[in-house]
């Protein structure tokens, strides 16, 4: 089907749009840009060069999607944003391009950024994501399937969240949290699972049963997380979900979110590296 492009619409010859793509009023795509099928664009919408759009996506008024990254060390060379199908990205929501030349920022698919969020430079988002208002991802952030955020939330460079894992609103996150995890706060807890979550995604009783378990070794125990991880996995089967949470903290390098002794606040902890100390 053709296109419906507003006549105060500015697009340039240079973009290259799918069938059934609709662009609104004022709305401007720059060169290089590439917007899949049945993209729609609503008013004041602005897409800058070398971004591309898979099929389906709906952005609302006042975006700016693929804008140069705001990284200090960016010095205007070709970077790209790469986003999947079926996104919905609300009102004023910015998304950064990447920092190195011929880098990425990507997000997947069937994800919901709500309005006035902001993906910085160089983050990596996965799919079926839900990011409530205002929240901020500053670079190189990384949010695994399933994840949610609620408003107001702070996340700082480098930060992962592990798939599952739901993070309330108004919190402030610096270190990493594990996948299934439920957390909220600044200082950042971990309040247990996110057994919501786990239903939605029809994780069955016994795999919760088991998280569970892990759990309690992670942060109802004296153990350090290395202490814990080594005790999980000689005594806990180790079903898709358990794999899962411990690879996540094998590949952590900011430490991941622990309550400290006293049942408030926050503690780095890293599983020992070869050439580490134990924590």
């Known amino acids: 089907m053709a296109c419906k492009i507003h006549p105060t619409a500015v697009v340039s010859p240079g973009a290259q749009l799918g069938e059934d793509v609709e662009i609104g009023p004022y709305s401007i ?4 840009v590439v917007i899949g099928d049945g993209t729609v664009l609503g008013p004041r919408v602005l897409v800058e060069r070398w971004t591309t759009l898979g099929k389906r996506n709906r952005i609302f008024a006042g975006a700016v999607i693929g804008s140069e990254s705001q990284d200090l060390k960016f010095r205007g060379e070709r970077s790209y944003l790469v986003i999947g199908d079926d996104n919905i990205f609300r009102e004023y929501v910015s998304i950064n391009r990447a920092t190195e030349p011929e880098g990425q920022t990507r997000i997947g698919s069937n994800n919901a950024i709500l309005a006035y969020c902001h993906v910085a430079h160089d983050c990596i988002l996965g799919s079926h994501i839900t990011i409530s208002n205002v929240t901020t991802l500053a670079g190189h952030c990384e949010i695994d399937d399933y994840a949610g955020l609620g408003g107001y939330v702070g996340v700082h460079q480098f930060v992962k969240i592990g798939t599952m894992a739901f993070v309330g609103g108004w919190s402030k996150v610096v270190k990493d949290v594990p996948p ?10 971990v309040y247990g699972l996110n057994s919501v979550g786990l239903e939605r995604r029809s994780v069955p009783p016994e795999s919760r049963r088991t998280l569970r378990k892990v759990y309690n070794y992670l942060y109802r125990s004296e153990h350090n997380v290395t202490q814990a991880v080594d005790r999980i996995r000689q005594e806990i089967e180790l079903t898709p979900e358990v794999k899962t949470l411990l690879e996540f903290l094998g590949k952590s390098t900011r430490g991941i979110t622990r309550n400290n002794g006293s049942g408030s606040g926050e503690q780095s902890d890293e599983i020992s590296r070869p050439g580490q100390p134990r924590a």
């Open 29 to 32: 795509v720059a060169d290089d």
């Open 180 to 189: 299934y995890m439920k957390v909220e706060g600044s200082p950042l807890r």
